[in-house]
């Protein structure tokens, strides 16, 4: 195995040349966009809600009977719910969905691959509201940033944010400032997801000639989990059902690797200094209390949209940063490419091109989301970006979407000891590779084993299947233009 200066040194090439030859394919007409005739349509403008955590079961429009997520809920009735939603790399900050969603670009092409990555993301690389802010929109960040330094080195026409998760949420710390000056940090009063909607309402409400593009990312439900005062009886005496997994505690199931296994990410082990945990019942409550916040945060901004007229002039995403892990295998938290982990609730609303209540099974992944919101905005899309615009998809267009998709894990040791790993997920199959010595693999019909149960690596009749499924991923990697494949 190389040095990691070694890789390093690959990946930041590699990266370069790929940007390169992406970004020289790029033409972008004045202001970054697409010219428009006098009377053509008002470019929408986007307010792009990101949860934290949130799997997609914890939904009341997915099914879940403790939960009830009515505003979440009313974009997806009002619009377009996508029921097969992923990451390519579960972890809340560089790796995963927020670098990822910010470029449109798969971790290992963007160098950010996990929570101790702190270096701002490269400058050569545009975000999508680099590319709107050059097509004439008003670009906003307001919430959990959490990507090198906070993103502050763009230039925001308004930023309320930080970097870290933070322990405060009712004396929270933000970084603020507009036109691109951001000062700070400076300590605010209120729960932390009520400070943040309240500055990104205020914000909503100025008087402006071009469109806009707001960022409104939350921080709860992460640890340490703490409530809004409003919550604090919150599913008092509501009994929590465990899942069928619970109790075995993996010893019933001996095809699970170790990698699994002897992680750390488990309900009452001291992971995070304290904030974890100690039981299913505090973890799924706590949880589900911090989603009605949010919920009510997005109630707030949708009355706020109505009042102003604007609405249906208005796309509004919401989404999550990865899935979460509410007891399975008595596990917390996310990183493993198990479905609890990867999956998330997408849903869209712009009643001028989306057909409301449409129902979207293929897969989408969160880097899908920039390619999007440019072409909603008539921005041409970079052709370095990884992630295909779903448009056409939510209008029932599309029909040639992807068969499968790469995942990616690098994390280690952190704090959890979730072992580095890749993977492919078609709709029915999953393959994932834990590639540190000693290597170990899982194979799953997700069609048959939903659950994920009944690991079928090194079962003689799903041989052919499991080279298959290691050979995709392979080309995916290819594809994708790893640079880890050339170390």
């Not at 919101?373 to 615009?389: D, F, H, K, T």
Request: hydrophobic share 35%; net charge negative; with cysteine.
């Amino acid at each position: 195995m190389s040095s990691t200066s070694d890789q390093d040194s690959t990946l930041a090439e590699t990266r370069r040349q790929f940007l390169q030859t992406g970004l020289a394919a790029t033409t972008l007409l004045p202001h970054g966009g697409r010219a428009q005739s006098t009377g053509s349509p008002r470019r929408p403008n986007i307010v792009f809600m990101l949860g934290e955590g949130q799997r997609a079961d914890a939904l009341s429009l997915a099914g879940n009977r403790l939960l009830q997520t009515p505003n979440h809920d009313r974009i997806g009735r009002e619009g377009v719910y996508f029921r097969n939603a992923f990451v390519t790399n579960a972890l809340c900050a560089p790796a995963p969905a927020r670098a990822v969603i910010l470029t449109g670009m798969h971790s290992h092409s963007t160098g950010a691959l996990g929570n101790n990555t702190r270096n701002p993301l490269p400058s050569s690389i545009p975000l999508f509201t680099d590319l709107l802010q050059q097509a004439g929109y008003e670009i906003a960040l307001c919430g959990k940033a959490h990507v090198g330094n906070g993103v502050r080195e763009r230039k925001w026409d308004y930023y309320l944010g930080y970097n870290a998760p933070g322990t405060n949420y009712y004396h929270p710390v933000f970084w603020e400032g507009s036109a691109g000056n951001i000062a700070g940090p400076h300590t605010y009063s209120g729960y932390a997801d009520d400070v943040v909607t309240d500055h990104a309402i205020n914000w909503l409400k100025q008087k402006r000639e071009r469109p806009f593009c707001l960022l409104l990312w939350w921080t709860a439900p992460h640890a340490p989990f703490y409530r809004a005062r409003r919550h604090l009886d919150l599913y008092n005496g509501v009994p929590i059902p465990k899942p069928d997994t619970f109790d075995d505690d993996l010893k019933g199931y001996p095809g699970k690797p170790r990698a699994f296994a002897n992680a750390d990410n488990k309900i009452g082990t001291t992971i995070l200094g304290g904030d974890d945990p100690r039981s299913l019942e505090e973890l799924v409550k706590d949880y589900y209390a911090g989603l009605v916040d949010i919920d009510e945060n997005i109630g707030r901004v949708l009355d706020c949209l109505s009042e102003l007229g604007q609405l249906d002039d208005t796309v509004v995403l919401n989404t999550s940063d990865h899935g979460f892990f509410l007891g399975e295998w008595r596990m917390y938290d996310k990183r493993f490419m198990h479905e609890p982990s990867i999956r998330v609730p997408t849903t869209i609303r712009y009643p001028k091109l989306f057909q409301a209540g449409r129902l979207v099974d293929e897969m989408v992944l969160e880097m899908d989301i920039a390619p999007t919101l440019l072409e909603l905005a008539g921005v041409n899309i970079p052709a370095n970006m990884q992630g295909r615009s779903f448009v056409n998809l939510a209008q029932g267009q599309e029909q040639n979407w992807r068969k499968d998709w790469l995942y990616e894990y690098y994390e280690y040791p952190a704090s959890q000891k979730v072992r580095p790993h890749r993977g492919v997920r078609t709709d029915r199959y999953k393959f994932i590779h834990y590639y540190m010595e000693p290597e170990e693999f899982e194979v799953y019909d997700l069609k048959t084993d939903p659950g994920e149960k009944n690991n079928l690596h090194g079962k003689p009749e799903y041989a052919d299947l499991t080279r298959a499924l290691q050979n995709r991923l392979l080309e995916l990697r290819r594809e994708t233009k790893d640079p880890a494949l050339n170390s």
